[in-house]
């Protein structure tokens, strides 16, 4: 098991409950900067299918990912209600597009599952959780910050 899954699991932790392609996923709450509607982006040239685009943040580029073409799950068109979730890890920042906001929800460590089994190093989720609208996978902050911007680039 990882030293981060071990510190989730000394306690409570704070997660923001996503949906995004038919499934429900959640991510640390203290990985997430802000939520925002979306925005325009600008095409990267030559990007994996999951990149969106590029987004200006407060004077700074920023990468943006749709999270259910990430995960090869279905995206539904973009309005201007889609959301972003600015996240954050270490110091590199990524958009992420999620279908859906579904809220703010405590985890306790009961509430966690398959942390041995999805808690691989650069695996996309740390455990499974049961929240308040449903099963949910935790995202893997670091997984998603550095997921490849580029056709070909090592996942």
């Known amino acids: 098991m990882r030293a981060d899954i071990d510190e989730v699991l ?5 997660v923001l409950v996503l949906k995004m392609g ?10 997430v900067e802000r939520t925002i509607s979306l925005v325009a982006l600008h095409v990267m040239p030559g990007s994996a299918p999951h990149v969106a685009g590029i987004m200006n943040y407060a004077g700074s580029s920023v990468p943006v ?9 279905p995206s ?4 201007l209600d889609t959301p972003i979730v600015v996240c954050m890890h270490g110091l590199k ?15 306790q460590e009961s509430d966690l599952q ?5 808690g691989r190093h650069d695996a996309a989720f740390r455990a499974c959780a049961h929240t308040d609208t449903g099963l949910a996978f935790l995202l893997d902050a670091a997984w998603l ?3 490849g911007l580029y056709q070909g680039a090592e996942q």
């Open 10 to 14: 000394s306690g409570n932790c704070q």
């Open 22 to 31: 038919g499934m429900l996923a959640c991510i640390e709450l203290g990985y």
């Open 65 to 73: 990912i749709d999270l259910a073409i990430r995960l090869g799950l």
């Open 76 to 79: 539904l068109p973009y309005t």
């Open 93 to 107: 920042r990524m958009g992420v597009i999620v279908q859906d906001i579904k809220g703010i929800q405590m985890l």
């Open 114 to 118: 398959l942390t041995g089994e999805l």
């Open 145 to 147: 910050i550095n997921s």
